[in-house]
């Protein structure tokens, strides 16, 4: 099949979050299946065309934005993988210190940069003469890609035969906008109805893609549940009534890039089989965050977005709920500058035992997976989580809320049994985050469990090969209920 992919993020050229793995990883796995994947991001100032080898292509293309005529290039990148990426390139929307915002706040014209991104990667595969099978859109970013397929585009030629597929990575995330984004994205009026782009009086990116696309996954079976009962923020009743076209495909991490055994960020590598470089990444860690390097300080880390969705608010509780323990913290995180001064004040309070570095650090990121006992992720919701999966790959112990994502890849330890990969408390029943701690330190302390569990960890595999079935099953579904809607039309 061909398949187009369109995000907002990708490895390794632009990351925010997890959206970026997973859109950088997924195509390459649907490359060894045989489909020929291409993939449309946006050319932001940050993406560094010669680092990557960006060559231009010999085209100025342009699309309308409300009244403005705005014009743009491709640049062409190719992965190591060998697969093709084209980034849009156009100064007014991309070319800007930041990726959604400035830092402090989204800006305030991310409706024109998104419906600038769509109509331009609908452009581009047309000079491209790349005609998907499938087009590919993450998140509300993308979500007027198949919006613009069954409406102003349904009886074009060149997409005949395109399914879109709409992947929700965060539902909390929609791109809602006034009215009269309807005339800003050049839609009809004819189209602003309840079935397909209005929403309570507004035009909704996410309500667009899941609504109009020809099928709709997220990154985890429990989120696909959560948010078609009671977690989906106002789209419980889009979801519902697609529920027959709903897929929740578990997301996988890159073993390749992610593996403790030849990771370069890490000041000594191991295996299950040899953990000795852990202790070193772990002296090394604490050398860095200014602690006693002590084997027997119980070290917890995260590296994460700062944002309330992270349960940030029950991590600084923690800090200062364990202040009188062998313990220590360490915090990697970029993003809400309230939770920032709040993590900053605990810093200031307990500088021996908690550190924190505000910032997006790749390297530092694989120190903290590689240099911790065990990784704090108590997620008020997550739709799937890679962080914890990431720790599990380094042999760090996972300490998670019961939601989403998590709820399908961490399982209580028994140290009876010996059965389990971290541990969970349940927001919802009242459980408590700093007890689940208390009771992991317990069998940290306990040698011969810790390295039982540790075992259980890093024997864990979520890997692509399972869910790139899903993904490849997914698509076919949704190729052959388009034909089937294609034969009804004649
Ligand atoms: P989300 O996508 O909600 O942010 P995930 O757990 O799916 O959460 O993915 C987060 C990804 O971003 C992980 O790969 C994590 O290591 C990375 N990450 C988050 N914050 C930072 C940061 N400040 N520096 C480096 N990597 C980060
Ligand atoms: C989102 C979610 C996270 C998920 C990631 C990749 O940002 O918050 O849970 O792992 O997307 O799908």
Redesign the pocket.
């Known amino acids: 099949m061909n398949i187009l992919m369109v995000a907002s993020e990708c490895v390794p050229f632009v990351k925010v ?3 970026a ?2 859109v950088g990883t997924l195509p390459k796995y649907l490359k060894r299946l045989g489909h020929d994947v291409r993939i449309i991001l946006p050319k932001y100032r940050s993406i560094d065309g010669k680092k990557y080898d960006l060559q231009p292509l010999p085209y100025i293309l342009k699309v309308s934005v409300g009244k403005d005529i705005e014009k743009f290039r491709i640049k062409r990148g190719v992965t190591e993988d060998g697969i093709n990426v084209y980034f849009i390139e156009n100064m007014r929307y991309f070319n800007r210190p930041g990726i959604y915002g400035d830092g402090n706040s989204d800006y305030g014209d991310n409706r024109e940069r998104y419906i600038f991104f769509c109509k331009a990667a609908i452009e581009a595969a047309k000079a491209l003469m790349f005609r998907p099978d499938i087009i590919h859109c993450h ?1 509300w970013q993308t979500g007027l890609i198949p919006a613009y397929l069954k409406t102003n585009l349904k009886n074009d030629g060149f997409f005949w035969n395109t399914s879109s597929i709409f ?1 929700v ?2 539902i ?1 995330y929609q791109g809602q906008f006034g009215a009269d984004t309807v005339a800003a994205a050049g839609f009809s009026w004819e189209d602003f109805t309840t079935d397909k782009l209005e929403f309570h009086n507004n035009v909704n990116f996410m309500k667009c893609g899941i609504g109009m696309s020809d099928a709709v996954s997220t ?2 079976p429990t ?1 696909a549940l959560e948010i078609k009962e009671f977690n989906g923020m106002g789209m419980e009743i889009v979801l519902n009534s697609r529920t027959d076209r709903i897929y929740g495909i578990l ?1 996988g991490i890159d073993y390749d890039y992610w593996n403790p055994k030849t990771d370069s960020c890490i000041p000594a590598n191991y295996s299950k089989d040899n953990l000795a470089g852990k202790k070193i990444c772990k002296a090394e860690l604490q050398k860095m965050c200014g602690f006693d390097e002590d084997e027997d300080a119980y070290l917890l880390g995260c590296v994460s ?1 700062l944002d309330n ?1 992270k349960g940030f608010d029950i991590i600084i509780d923690a800090l200062y709920g364990l202040r009188d323990k062998k313990m220590q913290f360490v915090i990697l995180g970029s993003g809400d500058q309230f939770i920032k001064l709040q993590i900053q004040q605990a810093v200031s309070k307990m500088p021996k035992t908690v550190a924190a570095f505000f910032e997006y650090n790749e390297p530092l990121a694989h120190k903290i997976y590689g240099g911790c006992d065990a990784y704090m992720m108590p ?1 008020r919701f ?5 962080s914890q999966i990431i720790a599990l790959a380094y042999g760090t112990i996972p300490i998670v809320n019961r939601t ?2 998590l709820s399908d890849t961490i399982t209580y330890y028994n140290h009876f049994t010996k059965e389990g990969n971290g541990f969970m408390f349940n927001i919802t029943y009242g459980e408590n985050f700093v007890q689940t701690i208390l009771k992991s330190e317990k069998i940290f302390r306990d040698k011969k469990n810790w390295d039982a569990l540790t075992q259980n960890a890093m024997n864990c595999v979520f890997s692509w090969d399972k869910s790139v079935e899903a993904y490849h099953k997914m698509y076919e579904d949704a190729a052959n209920k388009k034909r089937h809607e294609l034969l009804f039309r004649v």
């Open positions: 979050g997890g959206l793995d997973v998140d992947t990575h965060n909390a990154v985890s989120y997301n977005r969705q997620s997550e739709p799937c989580g890679l989403g994502g």
